[in-house]
C-alpha cells in the first residue's frame, strides 16, 4: 500500500487526498482466526510542513472473526483513524525524528505498516458476535444463541472449583 509524494513534494504547506484500495492480506489476522471479507479502502489527507509530510485519514474495511463465546465466525465491519507523520530520508537526519515516523526514500512511501497497524488495534480483545452472546452451553456444547438445552449447569467460580476437589 503505497502513496506517491512527488506532486506534494513541490508544494511545501501544500497538501493532497489519496485514496487507497487493496486487498488485505489474511495472514495479518491469522493471530485472530480471522479474514478480511472486504478490501481496505485507506482516504488521506496529507499535508506538506516543509519538513515533514504529516497524514490522517480513516481506514475501512470488513473482517470474519470468530466470535470467542459461541465460536461462530460474524462480521465485524472496521472504521478507525489513522494519523502517520512520514518524512523524507534526506531531510531526516537534522531534525527530531521519533520512531513513529516513516522514512521513505525517492517519492513513495508504503503505509501497509501502519495501515495493518489501526486495523489490528480496531480488533476487540474479545470479540463478540454480539454482545449478549450467550455462548456454548459447558456441558452439551449446544450453541444456546439457537436453542436451549436441559443441561444443569453448576456456575462454579474457577476459583472454587480447586476447593471442590480437596
Ligand atoms: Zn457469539
Ligand atoms: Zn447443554
Known amino acids: 500500500m ?39 479502502v485507506v482516504e488521506l489527507l496529507v499535508e506538506n510542513t516543509g519538513r515533514m509530510y504529516l497524514a490522517r485519514g480513516t481506514v475501512k474495511t470488513r473482517l470474519s472473526l470468530p466470535c470467542s463465546r459461541c465460536l461462530m465466525d460474524f462480521s465485524l465491519p472496521i472504521h478507525t483513524d489513522i494519523e502517520l507523520a512520514m518524512g523524507s530520508a534526506s531531510k531526516a537526519s537534522d531534525s527530531e525524528e521519533d520512531d513513529e515516523t516513516i522514512i521513505f526514500y525517492g517519492d513513495l512511501v508504503d503505509v501497509s505498516t501502519p495501515v495493518f497497524g489501526a486495523i489490528f488495534m480496531a480488533i476487540p480483545i474479545i470479540p463478540l458476535c454480539q454482545t449478549d452472546c450467550r455462548g456454548l452451553c459447558p456441558v452439551c456444547g449446544i450453541d444456546q444463541n439457537q436453542g436451549n438445552c436441559s443441561c444443569i449447569k453448576q456456575e462454579i467460580d474457577p476459583r472454587w472449583e480447586k476447593l471442590k476437589n480437596l
Open 2 to 40: 503505497q502513496i506517491n509524494l512527488s506532486r506534494l513534494k513541490l508544494q511545501p504547506q501544500g497538501s493532497e487526498s489519496f485514496y487507497l484500495e487493496e486487498q488485505g492480506s489474511d495472514y495479518i489476522l491469522e493471530g485472530a482466526g480471522g479474514k478480511f471479507l472486504d478490501t481496505v
